[in-house]
């Protein structure tokens, strides 16, 4: 078995928004940004200007399906394991700007607006119900990617 058979992600896991972070480590952040060790919200700061709305749209509409899925790894973030995003940081995002907006958590105007008319069971799968695969870990997602 090759290594990259060896690693293949076999089951897709759901679990909430808030039990996902982003990959502080994300090259897409840069050099400078990623050796800062950002915080999550100076993460999801600087991705806002990633054209999250396009896929806030998507998932608003049509829900976040299960060949969507996140890839995550378990690592330290501060002193805590916790579920690394390290593929799929810009739907999180905007899952994460969808979720902010649905609970009034001080999302901007243009969230709220693109959340309007949405279902709730809609908003609240796309707080509670995101499907992830989990990997052993980043050496493992290189040969997935």
């Not at 078995?1 to 909430?16: L, N, V």
């Not at 940004?33 to 509409?61: A, H, N, P, Y």
């Not at 979720?99 to 969230?111: E, F, L, P, R, V």
Request: positive net charge; aromatic residues 6%.
């Amino acid at each position: 078995m090759t290594k990259s058979t060896q690693h293949a992600p076999d089951k897709i896991e759901y679990i909430g928004i808030d039990k996902l972070f982003l990959d502080g480590q994300n090259p897409r952040l840069g050099r400078a940004r990623v050796k800062k060790g950002l915080s999550q919200g100076e993460v999801l700061e600087i991705m806002k200007d990633w054209t999250l709305e396009e896929l806030g749209t998507s998932f608003c509409e049509s829900g976040f399906w299960p060949q969507e899925a996140l890839i995550a790894v378990r690592e330290k973030v501060g002193k805590s394991e916790a579920l690394v995003v390290v593929e799929g940081n810009r739907r999180l995002a905007a899952l994460k700007m969808i979720g902010q907006a649905s609970i009034g958590d001080g999302a901007s105007m243009s969230w709220i607006e693109l959340i309007q008319g949405v279902p709730g069971t809609r908003l609240k799968a796309l707080r509670e119900r995101i499907p992830y695969i989990l990997m052993p870990d980043r050496d493992s997602v290189k040969s997935y990617l």
